[in-house]
């Protein structure tokens, strides 16, 4: 229901006040799902679903940042978008490498890729690595930028680089198998080193992960918005870390 603007600017000041006693989450994840039906009911190309939902990703991160949310993973683009029409995906690289130009320009945000960036155009995979070098020693909100990314991908990526190492480090595979443990594996995430997600939002009404932090929201809360992605406002995302704040965590007790 749409409220009228005072109402609404009110209704949003208080939500966000109840906040102050709540827990708040240290890393969100965020599925940005929604933009091609957007665009689908604007009766506009599809291209600007893609172009409005990048630039809600830049109002998003600056609510994550006055709340105070240290880490944000957006997934932006799966392993499966990637066998969309050619045309599609030339646009939507675009729009990306262009979000990634304004996310550089940012002086308190740090950035990283999550993905296989072999899969990526060159160019799209340089800037990514470009951004992170850029960002490295940045101080405020940490994005993970989940670019040809899948969750299972991930987990095989991640066992294959531990064998690797393994092996040469002329460590018995056998012994290595024996003593393999959930650290072991979590430790050559594309995530590594960062906090699990404590919360996962997904956009446009689908209750599913789509294979986004398979690995690491084995213990995550999950919060479901009927908004498409370039429509989901302030007043959704306090909603949502209002929801979180009261769920009591169980951690598979």
């Not at 969100?28 to 893609?50: F, S, Y």
């Not at 240290?70 to 939507?92: A, P, W």
């Amino acid at each position: 229901m749409r409220l009228p603007g005072a109402v609404y600017r009110l209704y949003e000041r208080r939500l966000e006040r109840s906040l102050l006693s709540q827990r708040m989450p240290r890393h969100i994840g965020v599925v940005v799902d929604g933009n091609r039906r957007w665009a689908k009911l604007a009766g506009a190309p599809t291209r600007e679903g893609h172009q409005a939902g990048a630039d809600k990703i830049l109002e998003f991160l600056g609510w994550c940042d006055e709340l105070g949310v240290k880490v944000i993973t957006l997934y932006m683009l799966s392993t499966d978008n990637m066998n969309r029409s050619g045309e599609e995906l030339e646009q939507l690289m675009g729009i990306i490498a262009n979000t990634l130009d304004r996310l550089g320009e940012g002086k308190n945000m740090r950035v990283r890729p999550v993905g296989a960036l072999e899969t990526l155009p060159a160019y799209l995979a340089q800037k990514l690595e470009l951004l992170a070098a850029q960002t490295a020693e940045a101080g405020g909100v940490h994005v993970n930028v989940a670019v040809g990314y899948g969750g299972r991908q991930e987990i095989v990526d991640a066992v294959k680089e531990l064998l690797t190492d393994a092996a040469r480090a002329g460590r018995d595979l056998h012994g290595v198998a024996e003593s393999l443990c959930i650290e072991d594996i979590s430790r050559y995430l594309y995530t590594r080193g960062l906090p699990d997600p404590d919360l996962v939002i997904r956009t446009s009404g689908e209750q599913r992960l789509s294979g986004f932090l398979m690995w690491q929201s084995a213990y995550s809360e999950f919060y479901f918005c009927e908004a498409l992605w370039p429509d989901f406002r302030r007043l959704d995302f306090l909603r949502a870390l209002r929801d979180y704040g009261s769920r009591q965590r169980r951690f598979g007790a």
